[in-house]
């Protein structure tokens, strides 16, 4: 039906989702989708619901100085609240085959 696609994936699989809504200590309002795959290496699929911004997140991201706030378009202080929120629900990479 597609004869000029040329597919390197596709696949499909159960995941698990989390929507979570929270305010800062800042007063910023998050409405998250939080998605666990089997795929990314057990980083998160974390998508900002209201900007419709998503980002593949594992805690060597939130290590990365400046990544929330380029990935999300947030200020310093928005990037550290959502960083101290990510760190509870990213856990740790899982490097299997």
């Known amino acids: 039906m597609l004869p000029d696609y040329d597919f390197m994936s596709d696949t499909t699989e159960e995941t698990s989702t989390r929507f979570v809504t929270f305010i800062t200590p800042g007063l910023k309002r998050?409405?998250?989708?939080?998605?666990?795959?089997?795929?990314?290496?057990?980083?998160?699929?974390?998508?900002?619901?209201?900007?419709?911004?998503?980002?593949?997140?594992?805690?060597?991201?939130?290590?990365?100085d400046g990544y929330l706030e380029h990935t999300f378009k947030l200020s310093e202080e928005e990037a550290e609240e959502l960083k101290q929120f990510l760190l509870l629900v990213v856990g740790t990479v899982n490097f299997t085959d």
């Open 30 to 64: 998050f409405d998250l989708a939080v998605t666990a795959s089997n795929r990314f290496y057990g980083k998160k699929l974390v998508t900002d619901l209201q900007a419709g911004k998503t980002a593949i997140i594992g805690p060597d991201d939130l290590e990365e």
